[in-house]
Structure formats: C-alpha cells, structure tokens
C-alpha cells in the first residue's frame, strides 16, 4: 500500500513512522532542513520505551513521488493552499485523501444534510481550492489525540508513547477504505477506531483545545503552568462549557471534565504554543473563530471565549502571524 504523508512535521511524522514500521510504503513531503535529516538519517520517531527509525522516501516536490493509494495531510491549516497547489500528482483516480488537522475541517459541511449542506469555510479554505483540487468526495476526516513535538530536524518527540486516530467519511458511511486505513495504522502501532460520527470527534476534540489553549497560548505556557492557578483553571472549565454548548447546538452531546482532563498537568505545550513561539503560522481560525461563528448560527452566547480568542489574535498579531 502505497501512502504519502503531506507534512511530516510533529504528527504527520508520528503517523508516517508508524505506518512505515507496519509494512506500508511511505513517503511523506517535507522541506528544508527537516527534509534534508529524513532523507540523510531516515525518519526517527523517539517513544518512552523505544526508538523507531524507518527510511522512507522524501521529496518537497509531489511530483516525484508520483500517484498513491492514499494521501494523509497533516499541514496546520494555513498551509491549504500550498496542499491545493501541489497535492495533484499524489492523486490517482481514485485516491482518498485524509485529512488529520486540528479544528473544524474544510469538509464539514459536505454531506452535512439540512439548510447548511454544501457550505463553504472561506476562513479555512480560502477560494475553495482544497474543495476543488481534492474534491470533498476524497476526503476522510480524522483527529490524533496523541502529544508530539520536533526536537531537531528528523525527529519526533512523541510524549507518552500514544498514537490513537479516529476516522471517519464525512457521510457517516462505515467504508471499505476507512476500514483499510484504520488496519494500516494498527499495525505500525497505533490505535485507531472508525466511527459513523465524525463530526461529533470533530467536536470532542476541539473541546480540549478550545478550553485549554487560549491560557496556554497567551502565557506561553503548558496546561500544568495553567493548573496550577486555580483562578486561571476555573476558566478552562467556563471554556469548556461554552464550547460544548456550541457543539450541543449543531446537534453533538459533548462534554469535558476538566479535571480529569487536565488536572494533573503537563509539561507539554499545546501545538499552538509551540508555533507561537516558533513564530510559525497559527491555527486560530479553524481552531477557535470558526467554531464560534458556528455558534453564532445558532445563537450560541460563549462570553469568555469570545474575550480570550480576541486576546489570541492580538498577541498573534502582534508577532506578526495572523492578519483576519
């Protein structure tokens, strides 16, 4: 089976590792010194209680990878269009292509059903140029809860040894093909479940990010540097219920416990807090704007969160890095 992994950056690099290390023919699309490491040193994904180095080929330019079975994009949002421009060559005539992206992805509304079916997310993608060089009839959603960084060009840090993705059609259809790549990824070690809801995970894990980041982000911090004010803890939970309030109106009963979520803390920053920092482009409107004008369709009053992704969007700004 042949896969590319569209960014190999933090996950995308996680995935591909594992895929590799389950027998699947991998290459992945990377640039710059991260690039040159894979194709120098292979592709090295540092677990808890063990190493994985797998080599798999690697290229910036598509093309020299030529058609596969499957696509995984694992870009952060902003880069869409670079995926749009580039990802033709990937493609066969019948290659999905899945994307496993933080926030609300591009495909929500495809197959949606009622008065929103078809709508487009000009915010997440601008112009439709995913929608028309992919084609929302090849997408395959996914969310990772899994913690990982990159140390150094090469290499994946991932944090606690997990890998867990849920998939899923934007129909709702249990599909031979979603079912094809849940096997690939368990047998490279990962966990991954296929489910006819997937906006419902969509939701479930923007949950975490909506309650938890915006603190992290503006202190520059880990969620356990968050935990440990209990005054700043006590608003991830109002974040978390204004956020589940949104998705209780586009129809998904879902909820977070704090506390069980987050109350022991991390020394891990959230991917956001890392881009931040590295002053690489942010995730704000498919993780936070977007979802909030989804509430807004319905009336939804989320106060806090609306105050704290205005304070995200000025300290982005302010570092040159957002500029809706």
Not at 132 to 149: C, D, M, Q, T
Not at 232 to 244: I, Q
């Amino acid at each position: 089976m042949k896969i590319c992994v569209f960014g190999a950056g933090a996950i995308g690099g996680n995935v591909a590792a594992r895929l590799a290390s389950g027998g699947a023919d991998v290459s992945v699309v990377a640039r710059g010194e991260h690039l040159a490491a894979i194709r120098q040193n292979g592709l090295t994904l540092e677990l808890p209680d063990r190493t994985i180095n797998q080599r798999v080929k690697a290229s910036a330019d598509p093309k020299e990878l030529g058609p596969q079975d499957l696509v995984i994009v694992s870009v952060k949002a902003p880069s869409l269009p670079e995926v749009a421009a580039g990802i033709g060559p990937l493609l066969g005539r019948e290659t999905p292509v899945m994307f496993v992206m933080n926030g609300i992805p591009w495909w929500y509304f495809y197959k949606h059903g009622g008065k929103f079916d078809g709508r487009r997310l000009p915010l997440i993608d601008p112009n439709d140029v995913v929608w028309n060089a992919v084609g929302p009839e090849r997408a395959i959603g996914a969310v990772i809860y899994s913690a990982n960084s990159v140390p150094r060009p090469g290499v994946i840090n991932n944090v606690g040894g997990g890998a867990h993705l849920i998939i899923g059609e934007p129909s709702g259809e249990m599909s031979a093909r979603t079912k094809m790549i849940a096997d690939a990824l368990i047998a490279g070690g990962a966990k991954a479940d296929v489910t006819p809801r997937m906006r419902e995970a969509v939701w479930a894990k923007l949950l975490g990010n909506m309650s938890s980041n915006p603190l992290c982000f503006l202190g520059e911090c880990s969620i356990g540097e968050v935990v440990r004010s209990p005054l700043l803890f006590e608003k991830v939970d109002v974040m978390a219920k204004e956020s589940s309030a949104v998705a209780k109106a586009l129809g998904y009963e879902v909820s977070l416990d704090v506390q069980k979520a987050f109350g022991g803390g991390t020394p891990h920053k959230p991917s956001i807090v890392q881009d931040l920092i590295r002053r690489k482009p942010l995730e704000l409107d498919a993780m936070f704007t977007v979802p909030l004008e989804m509430g807004k369709l319905y009336d939804v009053k989320t106060p806090m969160l609306d105050v704290m992704i205005d304070l995200m969007k000025l300290r982005a700004k302010a570092a040159g890095l957002y500029a809706n």
